[in-house]
């Protein structure tokens, strides 16, 4: 594991990448999944901290369904929260690859602080930096990536996910060049800090008027603004609370009440932002398939373990067929998406939309991969994996008793089978996939 105290005098820099550079001297890193030096002390950075800090926290602040700010703030100290973004804006100048390697790493142990980083880095910062001019980047980008102010995106809405063109929150221009927004969004990550607090910042996308298609049909325009925390009118609605799963990722309802956007915080021209969210929908269902990948890969880890220590019948139950199928399939599926998304992240430019069939592909792909590998793992260990106590009881060979145990180690996996649902509805349900690809893949012609 690399030392983070070594990093730390260059991360504090904001530059990740010099960082990397320094520490980067690891074999292997010429491959799919550490394609560059870089890449693999990134990967032992955040491997290292996920061990040492993610790991720890993860069931209480499920249990409490709280955010661990305190935490988000290491990731800041560690140069994290802004992996995509220039230096010049004080982020870490890093690639896809790079992001996705965060969200495997951290996710092996908690899923949930792992989506309030994706909504922040990514859904805010990352959309801000593609999107923004360079005015607005200079006036948010600093704070996004030093943790000062944390943010979100609001594109969902009571009545509209998938079917974003149907969201009715509007943003009506006046004579003075402001727009008024009024309307609500739903289901969105940091929209809450706590049961009280509203996030501090967030895209948000508004309808801003109509246009017609030169088939006659009439399609709303939809444009993207800044919204900051303190604006009158802008409030907190309800804090979504006992989810399913990713619980201790804070979800809300925002709401906006003739809230007065300066012109300054439109990002891009008006009615222009359907090219900026589905930019920005690449890099998130990527990073998405990464959490998927990161689940998957405990669980694995957790039923091998379990299953080489656990007997029945008077043999490890490793050794029985039904417990290696579980095993052989779940490893086998892995690494299949594994390979599917690093592939894709080595090869994805940020800067522009148009790849939608692998960023759609994979993160199919990988969230069901994940929910059946956490359900495998659950069979495997029986009523262990069923239940997600502190205090799990195992098998002691030598006085043939039931032991108590405090460790973590078994305990996950209940938790990342509830958390692995999500990615197969956050950030696009699967049936939306499997409508975008065979849309886009109508026309391919030959696949080469």
């Known amino acids: 594991m690399l030392n983070l105290r070594r ?20 074999s292997g890193a010429d491959s799919l999944f550490n394609p560059t030096p870089e890449h693999r002390a990134l990967r032992e950075m955040v491997r290292g901290f996920t061990e040492s800090e993610v790991e ?65 880095s990514l859904l805010f910062t990352h959309n801000l930096s593609i999107n923004g001019n360079d005015e607005q980047k200079m006036r948010y980008l600093p704070d996004a990536c030093s943790g000062a102010r944390i943010g979100g995106m609001g594109m969902s809405e009571p009545w509209a996910g998938t079917d974003v063109l149907g969201m009715r929150t509007t943003a009506i221009k006046k004579s003075d060049g402001t727009y008024v927004l009024n309307g ?27 246009s017609k298609s030169k088939s006659g049909a009439v399609r709303p325009q939809i444009s993207l603004f800044l919204v900051d925390k303190g604006m009158p009118g802008f409030t907190l609605g309800t804090r979504i609370k006992d989810k399913l799963g990713m619980r201790a990722s804070c979800t809300a309802e925002i709401a906006f009440d003739d809230v007065i956007i300066p012109e300054k915080n439109l990002i891009g021209a008006p009615g222009g932002a359907m090219v900026c969210m589905m930019r920005n929908l690449e890099i998130e269902r990527i990073c998405l398939a990464a959490m998927s990948t990161g689940i998957a890969r405990r669980c694995i880890e957790v039923m091998c373990n379990y299953a080489s220590s656990r007997d029945a019948f008077g043999s490890p139950i490793n050794t029985y067929g039904q417990i290696q199928r579980h095993i052989g399939e779940s490893y086998a599926e892995f690494q299949a998406g594994r390979a599917y998304l690093y592939n894709v992240s080595n090869n994805v ?20 991969m994940a929910k ?8 495997v260990l029986g009523g262990n994996g069923y239940i997600g106590q502190y205090n799990v009881c ?20 209940e938790r990342l089978w509830r958390d692995s649902k999500l990615i197969e509805i956050g950030g696009g349900t699967v049936e939306s ?14 696949i080469l």
């Not at 991360?11 to 990740?16: D, E, S, Y």
């Not at 059946?372 to 069979?379: E, F, G, K, S, Y």
């Open 349 to 368: 430019d940020l800067s522009k939309a148009g790849q939608r069939v692998d960023s759609d592909g994979v993160k199919l792909y990988c969230s069901t």
């Open 394 to 413: 195992f098998p002691d060979k030598a006085s043939h008793r039931l032991l108590f145990t405090s460790s973590h180690y078994f305990q996950q996996v």
């Open 372 to 379: 059946n590998v956490a359900d495998r793992a659950i069979q």
């Open 433 to 446: 996939h499997h409508k975008n690809m065979s849309k886009d893949l109508a026309s391919i012609g030959k």
């Open 56 to 120: 720890n926290q993860a069931n209480q602040f499920n249990r409490v369904e709280q955010f661990n700010r305190s935490l988000f703030k290491r990731a800041a100290d560690l140069g994290l929260l802004g992996i995509t973004i220039d230096t010049k804006y004080g982020g870490s100048g890093m690639d896809c690859t790079a992001s996705c390697i965060v969200h495997e790493e951290m996710s092996s142990s908690d899923p949930a602080f792992t989506l309030s980083y994706l909504a922040h």
């Open 184 to 210: 609500s969004k739903m289901w969105i990550t940091n929209g809450a800090l706590d049961d009280d607090t509203l996030g501090d910042m967030f895209l948000v996308y508004a309808k801003t008027g109509e």
């Open 7 to 26: 990093l730390v005098p260059c991360v504090a820099r904001r530059n990740l990448l010099f960082a990397a550079r320094f520490m980067g001297t690891s």
